[in-house]
């Protein structure tokens, strides 16, 4: 079975800090992609980053980048430079085209930002 | 801005009540999704579009009766709701179903009395 395990219900950081979420998924699959997602009080879920499994590099979008150990099926999200807008829940994603596409989430990370 | 709008963004209904949860996306995907969401928990899968094709987890209740018009409007028919029905209801698209970054709407909270 497909699965995606985040460790850590709850995080905090001090502002302008660096925090590390953790992310682990099992498969057999070779081919997959991964996402984290980030869900604000306001609700909308938004994507922070995409990774493609066949590629060794690891994603980075601007404060946000990843650490991407495939062999260990690690995927974990780090948040540089952490701003009060950071605050939010945060969901690891997989998604290796079954059932039509479907993203299997972790049970997410509430990421708190103190000023 | 999103460019998954959702209507309407709350809604409370009776148990015996018709309603219908309505979506669209202006950005050309050829897949559309529900996904209901409890406090606290992640998205759960409740039906695709793909290309046209519908795909539904099997453990939705048949209250629930997706629609999918065009390639660009998904809508989610109510029907003889439960109080446990009660959630976040999301939309979503992306270009195809494996893959791409699928994009959210800002949900429609549903309260059933």
């Known amino acids: 079975a497909q699965t995606v395990t985040q460790s850590q219900p709850e995080m905090s950081v001090q502002e302008a800090e660096t925090v590390t979420l953790s992310c682990t998924y099992d498969?057999?699959?070779?081919?997959?992609?991964l996402f984290w997602y980030k869900q604000p009080p306001s609700r909308q879920m938004i994507l922070v980053i995409r990774?493609?499994?066949?590629?060794?590099q690891n994603a980075t979008e601007n404060r946000f980048s990843v650490n991407f150990q495939k062999a260990a099926k690690s995927f974990s999200l780090k948040i540089s430079d952490s701003q009060l807008g950071d605050a939010a829940m945060y969901f690891c994603?997989?998604?290796?085209?079954?059932?039509?596409?479907?993203?299997?989430f972790g049970k997410g990370t509430k990421l708190s930002v103190k000023p | 801005d999103t460019e998954v709008t959702q209507t309407p963004k709350h809604l409370v209904m009776g148990m015996t009540n018709k309603k219908s949860l309505k979506c669209e996306q202006h950005?050309?995907?050829?897949?559309m999704y529900w996904y209901k969401q409890k406090a606290k928990k992640p998205p759960e899968l409740m039906f695709v579009?793909?290309?046209?094709?519908?795909?539904i987890n099997e453990s939705v209740p048949s209250r629930f009766s997706p629609e999918c018009p065009n390639s660009s409007l998904l809508n989610l028919h109510l029907h003889a709701l439960q109080p446990e029905d009660s959630a976040l209801y999301l939309c979503?698209?992306?270009?195809?179903?494996?893959?791409?970054?699928?994009?959210f709407g800002e949900g429609s909270w549903l309260t059933v009395v």
């Open positions: 990774q493609e499994a066949y590629k060794q």
């Open positions: 579009y793909s290309y046209e094709k519908l795909s």
């Open positions: 950005m050309g995907h050829r897949a």
């Open positions: 979503a698209s992306s270009q195809g179903p494996f893959g791409n970054t699928i994009y």
């Open positions: 498969t057999s699959e070779s081919d997959y992609y």
């Open positions: 994603a997989y998604d290796y085209g079954g059932s039509q596409g479907n993203l299997i």
